[in-house]
């Protein structure tokens, strides 16, 4: 944020990512979080150049044992993959 890109914090309950939004200000200046937002998911898709997608590590632990083996880092269906 500090380098002037715009942030979009997305979830699939605006509510949890106005939550989130809310916490990261708490932490930062004013000046710091003037491009930050929240907005739902579909929204947030809609309106980025950039997609970081993150889950819950429960939810993909089975990816995780099936690629244990592999490099430290390697392009799995066009995912870097960090072991």
Known sequence: MQAGENVIIG???????????GK?????EKDETSNL?????ADAAKEAEILVLT???TAQKSNFLVYQGRSSRENIDGCFWAT
């Open 11 to 21: 979830s699939k309950a605006v509510e949890k990512a106005q939550e989130a939004v």
């Open 37 to 41: 937002r929240a907005a739902a998911n």
């Open 24 to 28: 990261i200000k708490e932490l930062l």
């Open 55 to 57: 889950v819950l590590l």
